[in-house]
């Protein structure tokens, strides 16, 4: 999902130099991209049911709470609301450097 967001722009855009570096980018070692499941699907489900998220933010942060992952990252206010998960806002960690 988080790879799909990612690539609308520069799709639209045509530009193939950052869906490359997008590509590259998910490639590293140590960042996972995780399939969906039924496990995950179940979670979003509930999420968007009690917070309103989009299914596409509600996939995004019921997979990383599947997962184990000790943040969420992201610049969408709506997921402050969240009580499982910390929330790092990237906005805000722009304005501190």
Do not use: H
């Not at 995950?40 to 942060?61: E, F, N, Q, T």
């Amino acid at each position: 999902m988080t790879e799909a967001e990612l690539l609308v722009k520069p799709e639209k855009d045509g530009n193939t130099e950052a869906i490359e570096r997008i590509s590259d980018l998910l490639s590293e070692d140590g960042i996972y991209v995780i399939d969906v499941n039924r496990r995950i699907a179940r979670k979003a489900a509930s999420l968007r049911a009690r917070s309103g998220l989009k299914l596409p933010d509600a996939i995004i942060v019921a997979t990383a709470i599947q997962t184990a992952c000790d943040a969420v990252v992201g610049n969408d206010g709506a997921w402050r609301k969240l009580t499982e998960i910390p929330f790092v806002d990237l906005g805000e960690l722009a304005k501190a450097t």
